[in-house]
Every structure is written in C-alpha cells, then in structure tokens.
C-alpha cells in the first residue's frame, strides 16, 4: 500500500520496509473508527436462553433446530435406500411414499440442514468471535432470522401431517408436474413447501445481512480483510451468494404458488393431463427452470464455501502450519462465487433449452474448476512439511479432501455438456453431488464440531468414540457413492422406484443391496455421535483454554466459553493473520493474532 | 502409519474397482461412439489427478507425521509454483473441454438426411408420429387434443394428413438411418433416454425439443423415462427396435395415417353414438 | 475517540483499493444500519429483477397477442381516450414523495426536526395517494375490464398474472413504506431523535441516521417504479 | 450503536435535490410521452430504456447520494448488477428460441 494513506492505518504496515532488513515495528493502534457497542443484556431466562440476542446462543439455536431436521432428512433416506436395496420387501414404502422421501431428503439435507448449519449455526457463533466483534450488528434483527427459520421448518415439517402428504416433486420441485395430480402431494404439500422456501428465505436474508455487515463494518481494529480467518472468507463469500442467489428462489416459488393456488399459467402452457385439458396456456417450464438454477448453483457454493474455508483453518491448525497460498484462497473463493452466477444453465443440457447455450455454459463451469483446484493442491501443500497431528478434526479434513477431490473430477465429467447427455439425470448425478455437497461438507462439519465443541462448552468430545464415528462415516460413505457412480454408467435413472425388470439392470441388484447396507451402518453411526455430543456436554473431559493452540481471536477470548460481549473490557487489536505457525526466529510455535510485534520482536514473519 | 496406510488403500481400491468393476456402460448402439471416448479420456485425466492429488496426500501424512521434535516448515507463498499449478490445471480443462465442445456441435447440428420423427410423452407411457411420404410432419396444438384426434394435430395443415401414427409403445427404426427425434409432451416434462444409444432430451409440454442419432445395431433396446414426472414415473417404459431395411418397411406397411385413424374413429363415435341412441 | 476524517482518504480508485486493504470498516463512514440498507436493497434489486426477467420470457416467448398496455391502461375523461393516464399521475405522485423525502433527509441531517418532520409526512400522504391510486387501477381492472390473474379478454393470459404479481409486490414494498414513514414522522414530531429514545423493540437508540434509511427504501421504491414503468407501461 | 461522527455529517443544498425533482418530472413526462406520440420500434424501445436510465441514475446518485459515496460501497452496489445483466442476456435467447420453436411446430390461435 502507498505510504502517504498510512495515517489511518496500523503502523506494522508501513513497517515492512525496502531495505530488507527486519525492523521491529511499533504497535501504536489508532483509536477505533466505530464507536463500542451497545448490547442488550438479558435480564430473564427467556431473553437469555430463549429469544436470545447473543448471536452465540442464535448460533447453537440454529446448529440444534439444523440438526433436528436433519435427522427426519437422515431417516427419509434409510426408507428411500431400504427400497432401492429390497424392493417389495416393505409394504409401506409405495410409489408415493418413496417419492415423497425423496423430496423432502433432498430439501431439508440442502436448504434446511446445511445452509442453515454452515451459515446459521457456524456463521453466527463464529463471525463476532473470529473478526473481533461483540456480537452481530444488529442482534434483534438476528433473533428474529432464527424465529423465520424455526417457524419455516415447522411449516415443513406440518406438510408430513396435511391430507396428501408433503410433496413428492424432487426437490428441484419442476413444474409442471409439482402442482398437477400425478405427483404426491400435490394438493398441499406443494403450497406448504412453497411457503416453508419463503419464510427460510426472509429468515435468512434477514441473518444475511447482519454477517455481511459484521464482517464488513464491525471488525476489530487490525483486521483488514486480507487478515481473516478463511472460515471467515469462506462463510462471508457463501452469505453474499446467498443475498444474491435466494431471490431468484422466493420469486419461483411465488410464482409457483400462484400457479397452483390462482390457476396463473407462468410455468404452465398448454396441458392435456389425465384425459382432460386442463385449461392454462403459453407459460414456459423452462422459466422455473432457469429461474431455480440461477439460485441452484451459487447454493452449491452456499454449502461448499464455507466448508472451504473452515477446513482450511482445521489443516493449517492441525498440522501446525500455515495454510499455503492464503492470497490464492481467498481469491479462490472470491472468484468461484462470482463465477458460480453465470454457470446455472449446466444443470439444464437435457432441459431443451437453447442448445447453444451449451457451449458457453459447459465453458464457465470448466473454468470453475481451476480455483477449486487451486484450493485443492494448497490444502494438500500445506501438509506437506508441516507437523500433522491426527486428531479428529484432522482426519476429518483429510477424509474431506479425499471426497471432494473425488465427487469435484466427477463434475468435471457433468460440467462437459456432452459427457452430461449420457449421465445426466443417472445415478452418477446423485452419486457426484452426494460426494461433493453431501458427505464433503459434512467432513467438515463434523470436524469442525469436534474442533469447536471445546470452545463452545468448555469440555472436549470423546476422541474413541470420535475415531469410531469417523473411520465408519468416511469409508462407509465412501462405499456408498463411490460405485454409484457405476450404476449411472450402466444406464439407471436417477428417482426410480424400482427398476429390476430391466434385462440389463439386474446386475446392479447385488450392488445396490450393498450400498443400502452400508448406508444404513453409517446412518446409526451417527447416533454414536449424537451421544457423544449430549454425553460430552455434561460429562465430557474438561478442556483447557486453546487446546489445539490455534491463532485465531475465537480461542483468545478472556473466558471459556466465551460471554455474551465475547472479548471483556476491551477488544483485542490485531498484528496478523491466524496463520502463523512453526514461525522461525522465535520458540513459540504459534503466535496467536492479537501479540504485537514487539512482543515477538526476533519472529521472522512475513507481512500479512 | 495406520491413517496413511487406510488412505492410500482407498484410492489403490478406487482405482482398482474401477479396472475390475462389471458395472460399465452397455455397449454403444448407435453413431455417438465418440461420447464414450471423450469420458474415456476424461477418466484419464481426472482419474490421474485424483490418485496423484490422495496419493501424494497420503505421503504427506505419513512423512509429515507428528513428532515433538518436528518443526513445520513457515512458507506462506511460493508464487512460481502457484501459477505453474495454474497453468497444468488450465492445461488440463482445455484438453477436457475442447474435444467436449466439438462432439456437442455435432450433437446440436442435425444432418439433411435425417428422418425426423415425433416422439410424444404423456403421463406414463410412449407414443410415436412419423411424417409419411411428404417427409414432414403437421403442426399441432395440445388443445386440440380431443377422443378423435389423440395427438392434437392440426387438421387444416395438409402436412398432416399422411403422417403415420404409431400408438403403441414400441417404435421401429431402420439400422443406419439417421434420425432426428422431436419430441412432446402432453403434460409434464419426461425424457426420451436409450442407454445404448446415450443420447437423451427432456420432452417439455409447451416446447418441442430434439436430438438426433443413428442407429448402428439391430436389436431390442429399453426407452427409459429419465425425467421425473410424477409416481409411475419408474414404469414409463417403452422399446425401439432397430430393424433392417425389409424388416422395418414391413412394419411401415401395416401402420395407420393420421387422415385413416381420423376416418375411423369418426366411424367409431357413429357407431357408439348409434348403439347409444338405439 | 479519534474522529475518522473520510475526507483526508483517498479517493476513486485509490479509495477502493484503500478501503479493502483498510481494517475496521470497509465502507468508511457508512454507519451499519446503513449499510445494512444498501445491501438489502441490492438483494431486494435481484428479486425485482427476477420478476421482470421472467416478465420478459413471457412476453416474448408466448405466441398468443400480448395485450396493448395504452389502452388496457388509458382511461376516458371527457370523452377523450387518453392513454395510460393513471399511470402517469401515479409517477408523478411518486417522484413528488421522492422529492420530499429527499428534503426530509437533508432537514434530518441538519436537525431541523419540525421541517423534517413535516416532510415526511409529506412523503407518507404522498405514498398513500399512490396506494389509494392503486386500489383504484386494481379495481378497475377486475372489474371494469375483467382482467384475471388468470386470463383476461385482451391476449397474453400472463398479462395479467405479471401485472398483479409485479404491481401487487411493488405496491406491498410501498405499503410497508408508508407504515414506516407513519411511524417515523411521529417519533420525528414527538422528537425521539434528539432525545436519543431507545427503540421499543430493539431498545437501541433512536438517531437521525435511521431517516437516511428510510429514505433509501422510500428512494428504492421509487427507483423500481421507473423500471415497472418501462417495462410493463411502457414496453 | 451507530457511527457518530458529525464531521461526515453531509448536507447539501436544497437546489440541487429541487433541480432532480424538476428534472425527474421532465424526464418522466418524456417517457410519458414517447407512448402518446405513438412512436413503435427501435426507436420506442431505445427511448424508453434512455429515459429509464436517466431515471434511475438522477434517483440513485443524488437522491440516494450514490454521487457521494466512496468507491468502496458503489463498487460493491453495481458489480453484482453484473449477473442479472447476464441472466437477461441469456433469457432473451431463451426466450427467443422458444417463440421459434413454438411458432415452428404449434399452430397459432387455436
């Protein structure tokens, strides 16, 4: 940066001087631009545990209330796999139940669990205490987006209870067979749904704002944004997404819901169904579409990003180096959110929309790829030459990189419009998605809980039981979806029944009993961690302060867990970024972001 | 040791379940050959970089282990080997894409001679229109569809007339012909999908979409519906037989015109009507 | 507290890249409640522009006649068909309330409570006009003309599903203004904002700043007006 | 809570916010008046969007005091604009090819 700006600035920047020679910088800290803020401090039980303003406790509202959903999301597909393994072995599971499962998998495990999870449940425990902040900008705004939420997923859950069931669409919810007759749950099932997507995205929205402005406006004195935590920039990137992404969502489904309620035709042209004309005319399919996707594929990103980030930060801490290339990850993230607006159409090759569209679509995703690989060789750069300690989290990340390197090439095959034409709408679909937003991101999530949990309740998780839960979860989900890809070679489509009379898809009978076995062992084996969680709460081994030695403000915070206000009297200033591990010159072998140079004045570290 | 170990067996059983695996496309049927070999070299490609990226992973976590002694190393950047990555990947993501793109332009551009041929989609189950002598095939309406004219042709359009109507679900095509499906829907979105012959498009109602191919087998092939629409959507199954030239004009010979069937369900509802009043 | 003098940064370019690379807060001297504003508008941009881009697939992917908007809009005075008169006393009324909620965020920032006050008022009478303006459009329409969300005698059946959902959300944004300005002009006259009254919800101050938001949203709505205006009137 | 700073407290003349108002109206009537002349075409699409985005542009720059914002937060308003630019380009294609197809393979006015 030019010198002449400096008068504002943090003196340790100009102190990287052009002589080469290392200068122990002064640490004189202007005071702060924004004045302290101002909290609402419960006074009772319900303003403190229940219509709570401490974004920490929204945060563990959001993570429990995303949890809960996921669970009946986790049970939905046990029956889906029970009948795909042994059909008509369950009298229960009929055409329309099977279906209707299917759905409302899909949704609540995307929108409902690990939206609401990565960028409710992490984003708000974590964005006041990584920049430095006392809390969300606006922690009334923030309550009310938990209460949206909670209320969304209700209006979800009541569709299992209405006459018809909830709907049984998939979950990318196409007209026009989601409001016509031949679909479960077509009556209301279709509407709740609809409205369930409304509220979650005014509920959100309202969340969104509050961290895009925390990280913008609120961070503590000393961190630029070039000295976030990329969990930061992962949840920060995926929550612009989101603000920009989810419109386009709440118009479909506002136009969905008037299609079926009014009778418009917006989606629905002529149709002739079940022997009758049913009387709308000229709209287009392909609308809600284009309109779905638009928002479809930045939440892709919504999801991955902030996995990005987070696991970012659980390699460099774990193996005790910095994380290689930080400048290239974030730009990395920056860059494949911004492309992930002009990539939809990819979901739609076989659509029949315009064919040429295919050429620039197939072009834009392709492009995608070079900064997730980017992202890809710097997690793996930085275990090389670092100090890996496999604790849970670690191997968690590892099992995440395993994943997600495999289901992103699998893109690459789907991005390629003519390689999609064979594979699209097969098996190797859910197989490719599967692995690289179902079980890549919940590596990471589940490494960050047993990276955090000590933050949060002060006691460490139990690490056999968390071993057990990750050698089962990983190489189990593994054989899940690594040979599903297979069955999508052979030809299966995807949302099939049943599909044995085929003459030459009874192969995949043997295979598919297999998958089915295994994904009902690494479903129970969550419920080991669900009793590790509850269990460990109460009874766990204490933790002491900063067990992983980590760098970032959230581990530095005056106690454990951190209070409503999260940093004391003052707020720390920030020298650094959170990555200075295994720093030469000095024996410490971290040096948390708020030491000031002179604190480490022999420290050989770069200028961040 | 134990970590790096399972690890890497996993991307030796990857690799090695992939080679061995009887799960593999059925043999191609018809012209898009060519669809297969760009995944082949797809596979190539990613699979390499997949078991080069777990592999060398797998190394670091067992060379890189911890040790109390152990210092990590600090290096924050090294640009020259950044862009060098760049690079290879961008190099890697041209030799996918551009061979992608020159099978799609042949995908999207369909040849003079090829038959066009109606194929229509309806809650849950196959039907098929062929153009008859004049090589074209009439306009048509959804609303127009009624008991008499099932199809919702148009019948002001002399096209029409001669068109073949094949209500059944097997359609018959003749081997080495190149044809080019267009394809409708009555009422939701379906997808027109032979797995030997690879190529598949969603039918749309509101919308006539298309492909085309040649088919270069004789045999019985499944037509799989492979875009959701609604429960039966798991049975919507039909067949393509692809005949030679004798045996598919036969079968040509014993289908119906459009201005024929319209006769005879005039006939039909006459008859019905009659009974009816009598 | 030192004072964060914006006008000795650098500006333009420089300014950008200044900013980015500065720590604390990106946008110098927005406060948060104001950037909160901005961003929401740009999310809320993205809804409108979702409903006019699927207006424009509508439109020109129907083959059936899309309906004249002059004349399904123009009203007959006197004898006389003028076009799309309504609509054009409604812009104007909305362009004046724009104007005077301008003024209102000037006189605010300048304390000036009772002028500010008055004008948004103003602003709020003005908006109301233009809801009432509306209601009567609306009514005329279903049931002078029978036009249906559904169907309408003139052409296109998405005419008049476009038209209700776009106006029927634009004028929802307009309502929720016009309470807002309501409340606002009788916490400006009871003097909230010089008093500093704590919020009954959010039990946070009240400021001056809190009328430039509003005046965002109020200016927001304004601006998607122009853009309905043109491309639903208009077109 | 908020930012208090009253040095940046900006006010400006009531002429300048009068000669938008003014203008605002003109421009309006002149896009009013693009439907009353009747004109049809290229020339009515070109003028409408004139008149739209000098519209938009007087509002949001001065009435939303857009003109004196830093970089920072104009860059971070317009940029994303970027997307919906692209959505519009590949609608109207879209939208385009599937009138082709439509009138191609429908019949008309039935």
């Known amino acids: 940066m030019d010198n002449e700006y400096n008068n504002n600035k943090i003196e340790t920047k100009a102190a990287d001087s052009s002589s080469g020679s290392y200068v122990p910088p002064a640490d004189n800290i202007p005071a702060s631009e924004i004045p302290e803020q101002e909290l609402y401090h419960a006074k009772s039980f319900w303003t403190r545990w229940v219509f709570c303003q401490d974004a920490k406790v929204i945060g563990v509202q959001y993570a429990l209330t995303a949890t809960a959903v996921g669970l009946i999301g986790l049970v939905l597909s046990w029956g889906m796999r029970l009948q795909l393994g042994f059909p008509e072995t369950f009298s229960f599971l009929g055409p329309a139940t099977y279906y209707q499962s299917v759905t409302m998998h899909g949704m609540i495990m995307v929108v409902y669990l690990l939206t609401a999870l990565f960028l409710g449940g992490f984003g708000n425990y974590l964005i006041p205490l990584m920049v430095g902040a006392r809390d969300m900008v606006f922690p009334y705004l923030n309550m009310v987006s938990f209460w949206m939420f909670l209320v969304a997923v209700l209006v979800l859950i009541s569709s299992f209870f209405v006459p018809g069931g909830p709907t049984g669409a998939g979950w990318t919810l196409y007209p026009p067979q989601a409001i016509l007759p031949g679909t479960p749950g077509s009556e209301m099932g279709i509407v709740l749904m609809l409205v369930s997507l409304s509220l979650f995205v005014i509920g959100f929205t309202m969340g969104g704002l509050n961290y895009v402005i925390t990280i913008l406006q609120a961070r503590t ?22 603000l920009l992404a989810f419109p386009a969502l709440f118009v479909a489904c506002i136009m969905m819901t008037l299609d079926n309620l009014l009778g418009t035709s917006f989606f629905m042209p002529e149709i002739f169904t079940m022997g009758e004309q049913l009387g709308t005319t000229g709209g287009s399919p392909i609308l809600f579409q284009h309109l779905f996707w638009f928002f479809g594929h930045p939440e892709v990103y919504i999801v991955a990003l902030p996995a990005f980030g987070i696991v970012s930060d659980l390699i460099s801490v774990h193996a005790r180096k910095n994380i290689f290339g930080y400048r290239m990850m974030v730009w990395a993230i920056v860059i494949i959110g911004a492309l992930s607006f002009v990539v939809w159409a990819h979901h739609m090759y076989v659509s029949g929309m315009n064919p040429y569209f295919g050429f620039f679509f197939a072009t834009t995703t392709l492009i995608i790829a070079v900064p997730t690989a980017i992202k890809v060789y710097n997690w793996v750069l930085t275990l090389w030459r670092g100090n890996i300690h496999l604790t849970i989290p670690m191997l968690f990340s590892l099992g995440f990189i395993v994943t997600f390197v495999n289901g992103g090439i699998t893109g690459l095959f789907l991005g390629n419009v ?4 064979p594979l699209s709408d097969t098996y190797f679909v859910v197989a490719h998605f599967h692995m690289v937003m179902g079980i890549a991101p919940l590596m990471v ?22 071993k057990i839960h990750f050698w089962i979860s990983f190489i189990g989900a593994y054989a899940i979806y690594f040979p599903m890809h297979y069955l999508g070679f052979i030809g299966v489509p995807r949302r099939y029944y049943e599909m044995y009379d085929s003459p030459y898809m009874t192969t995949g009978v043997g295979l598919n009993q297999f998958i089915t076995v295994a994904a009902l062992i690494v479903g129970f084996t969550q419920i080991l961690f669900l009793y590790n969680i509850i269990h460990s709460a109460f009874y766990g081994e204490k933790s002491e302060k900063n067990p992983w030695k980590a ?27 959170p990555y200075d591990f295994s720093v030469p010159g000095i024996d410490r072998e971290y040096i948390p972001q708020h030491v000031a140079p002179s604190e480490v004045p022999t420290a050989k570290v770069e200028k961040t | 040791m134990f970590v790096a170990v399972i690890f890497f067996l996993i991307i030796i059983a990857s690799v090695v379940f992939h080679i061995w695996s009887p799960w593999w496309w059925t043999p191609v049927a018809s012209n898009w050959g060519n669809i297969d070999s760009t995944i082949e070299l797809t596979f190539w490609i990613t699979g390499s970089v997949f078991v080069a990226v777990c592999s060398f992973m797998s190394y670091c976590v067992w060379r890189y282990r911890y040790r109390p002694d152990r210092k990590a190393e600090y290096k924050p950047e090294d640009k020259k080997l950044e862009i060098r990555l760049t690079a290879l990947t961008a190099l890697g993501v041209i030799a996918l894409l551009a061979p ?32 008859g002598d004049d090589g074209i095939l009439g306009t048509t309406n959804i609303s127009l ?20 109507i094949v209500m059944d679900a097997d359609l ?25 012959f690879r190529a598949k498009m969603d039918t749309l109602p509101g919308l006539v979409t298309f492909y085309w191919f040649t088919p270069i087998r004789t045999g019985d092939f499944e037509i799989l519906c492979a875009e959701y629409c609604g429960t039966g959507h798991y049975a919507m199954r039909g067949k393509v037989l692809v005949d030679e030239k004798t045996d598919y004009t036969n079968w040509l010979a014993k289908q119906i015109t459009h201005e024929k069937m319209l006769a005879q369900n005039k006939e039909n509802k006459k008859l019905l009507t009659a009974e009816i009043k009598n | 507290m030192s004072e964060l003098d914006i006008s000795r940064l650098p500006k333009g370019g420089k300014g950008f890249a200044h900013d980015f690379a500065a720590d604390q807060t990106t946008f110098k001297g927005v406060p948060w409640g104001k950037a909160m504003m901005w961003i929401f508008l740009l999310s809320d941009t993205f809804i409108f522009s979702c409903f006019l881009i699927s207006l424009m697939t509508a439109r020109s992917s129907t083959i059936a006649e899309w309906p004249y908007p002059s004349e399904v809009f123009g009203l007959t005075i006197f004898g006389v068909e003028v076009p799309l008169l309504l609509i054009a006393i409604m812009t104007f009324v909305l362009i004046t309330s724009s104007g005077t909620m301008a003024l209102a965020v000037k006189y605010g920032y300048e304390r000036n409570r009772k002028m500010c006050a008055w004008l948004i008022l103003a602003t709020a009478i003005g908006g109301l006009t233009f809801v009432g303006m509306q209601a009567f459009e609306w009514s005329k329409l279903i049931f002078h003309d029978g036009i249906r969300p559904w169907s309408n005698p003139f052409g296109a059946a998405q005419f008049g599903s476009f038209f209700f959902m776009i106006t029927g959300f634009h004028g929802t944004h307009v309502s929720i203004g016009v309470i807002f300005l309501f409340i606002f002009a009788r916490k400006t006259f009871r003097g909230d904002f010089d008093t500093g009254r704590r919020g009954h919800f959010t039990s946070m101050k009240s400021d001056y700043k809190a009328i430039e938001i509003l005046g965002l949203y109020w200016h927001f709505v304004d601006l998607v007006w122009v853009f309905i205006f043109a491309f639903f009137y208009l077109w | 809570m908020e930012q208090n700073n009253k040095k940046t407290t900006s006010t400006h003349s009531i002429g300048i916010y009068l000669w938008i108002w003014g203008l605002l109206f003109v421009f309006s009537t002149f896009s009013y008046l693009v439907d009353w002349y009747n004109f049809q075409g290229l020339l009515r699409w070109s003028l409408i969007i004139f008149f739209m985005l000098i519209k938009a542009g007087l509002i949001m720059s001065i009435f939303m005091h857009l003109y004196w914002e830093r970089w920072a937060i104009v860059n971070v308003l317009l940029w994303p604009m970027t997307a919906i630019m692209v959505f519009v380009a590949i609608m109207t294609a879209e939208s385009k090819y599937t009138f082709f197809t439509r009138a191609l393979f429908f019949v008309t006015g039935v």
């Open chain 1, 221 to 242: 004195r000393g961190m630029t944004l070039m000295r976030m935590p990329l969990t930061i920039w992962g949840i920060f990137t995926a929550t612009v997404l989101a």
């Open chain 1, 418 to 421: 003519i390689i999609d034409i």
């Open chain 1, 445 to 466: 999530i589940f490494g960050a809980i047993y990276h955090w949990f000590p933050l949060i309740s002060g006691r460490h998780l139990n690490q056999t039981l968390g």
């Open chain 1, 551 to 577: 760098n970032s403000l959230e581990w530095h915070t005056p106690e454990m867990p951190p209070a409503h206000g999260n940093f004391g009297k003052d707020l720390p200033v920030v020298y650094r970024w």
């Open chain 2, 100 to 131: 992608g793109l020159v099978v799609w332009n042949k995908y999207v551009t369909v040849p003079e001679n090829a038959l066009k041929i109606e194929v229509v989609a309806y809650q849950w189950g196959w039907n098929y229109r062929l153009p």
């Open chain 2, 145 to 164: 569809i009624n008991d008499e004219n099932p199809y919702g042709l148009n019948p002001e359009d002399p096209n029409s007339k001669d068109d073949i």
């Open chain 2, 172 to 196: 018959h095509l003749e081997l080495d012909q190149p044809v080019k499906v267009e394809l409708r829907s009555y009422d939701v979105l379906h997808n027109f999908y032979v797995p030997q």
